[in-house]
DNA sequence: TTCCAGGGGTAGA
DNA sequence: TCTACCCATGGA
């Protein structure tokens, strides 16, 4: 085993612990949250094949990374690491309009105030639909079992029990009934491992998705064609990869702006689009950042 | 036992 | 475009 320390740069409007718990990706594995010593971890796969577990925890102005790594942590590796790392905690994205935007509401002058914005994702587009899928028509619970379950199947090992998030072409090779019977997937299973056929295969470039320049509507569509991606996942897979425009709404989000906003009365989700329709493309950011609040109220990490 | 979770696909109107 | 029906699983 290797070891290694480096350190990320961070945005001046960034936070660290609103950008960890700014969803419920922090909670799924590969990534953990260590509460005892206040990091956020992470293990990563690179492209040699070489793996690398991450802990990164704040600082003044740019985050301290401990790495342990399978291979001799040179260069090379070190700035792959850093790639993902920046990708995970979206760096490099440019959220001054957001802001701009929000410093125009008194409402939600909180936002730029606290750093919020910034949604957690995975390293790559692949993981981040797998995972989305395994949200859908479940309780958290379950979804956390179907990630586990599908990185203890076909994760690469690390140490320590720990497993990488497994790659395309792991998972083309499970059967159906494997994930169902290992995974615990149900009828998610074959749209899970079509979605990773079709990555392998290189018929669906769906790591281009970061960088895509078609327009917003245009890529939702493309994301809605993948089996097992609905407006609700579609909506949220949209908004890791840099797009606010659709809210992606489920039962829980429902409840929350029910709550917030008709006193507990159920309304139709045209309505909900509607009291958003004023955010333009930020409106599924707004939606988020209302939705969760609360969650910026509490100390981190909680 | 029944209901419902951070829904989605499909067939038929 | 809208609606009914079906789909696995686990927790309450």
């Known amino acids: ?13 960034f936070d660290f612990w609103r950008t960890v718990y700014s969803h419920g990706w922090c909670a799924l594995p590969p990534f953990w949250v260590d509460k005892v010593r ?34 001799k942590l ?14 995970c905690l979206r760096l490099g994205e440019d ?25 957690l994702r995975a390293p790559t587009v692949f993981e981040d639909a797998v995972k989305m899928i395994c949200t859908t028509n479940c309780s958290w619970s379950l979804t956390e079992i179907m990630v586990a379950n599908l990185i203890a199947s076909v994760g690469k090992k690390f140490a320590d029990g720990l497993r990488a998030f497994p790659t395309p072409e792991a998972t083309a090779g499970l059967s159906d009934s494997f994930v169902r019977k290992h995974v615990r997937a149900g009828y998610r299973s074959p749209y899970i491992i079509e979605l990773a056929e079709r ?29 097992g991606i609905g407006d609700y996942a ?8 840099g797009r606010y425009d659709y809210l992606g ?10 709550e917030l906003h008709k006193n507990g009365r159920r309304v139709a989700d045209k309505t909900i689009e509607r009291h958003y329709s004023r955010f333009g493309k930020w409106r599924g950011l707004f939606f988020w950042m209302e939705m969760t609040r609360r969650w910026a109220d509490q100390k981190f990490p909680f």
């Not at 579609?234 to 990869?241: D, P």
């Not at 709404?249 to 929350?256: K, N, P, Q």
Request: glycine content about 6%; hydrophobic content about 40%.
């Open 74 to 87: 040179d260069k090379v590796r070190k700035d792959e690491i850093k790639r993902q790392l920046v990708e």
């Open 1 to 13: 085993m290797f070891s290694a320390h480096s350190t990320l740069s961070t945005p001046h409007d």
């Open 95 to 119: 959220l001054s309009a957001f802001y701009a935007a929000a410093k125009r509401h008194p409402r939600y002058r909180w936002i730029p105030a606290s750093g919020a914005g910034r949604l």
């Open 234 to 241: 579609a909506g949220n897979l949209l908004k890791l990869l």
């Open 199 to 227: 990555v392998a295969s290189g018929k669906l470039d769906i790591e281009s998705w970061r960088r895509s320049a078609l327009p917003t509507d245009e890529l939702f569509r493309l994301v809605r064609s993948v089996k």
């Open 38 to 71: 206040g990091a956020l971890s992470r293990l990563l796969l690179l492209e040699d094949g070489s793996l690398a577990s991450c802990t990164l925890s704040d600082g003044k102005g740019r985050l301290s990374v401990q790495i342990q790594s399978t291979a």
């Open 249 to 258: 709404l489920d039962s829980w989000v429902r409840a929350r702006f029910y």
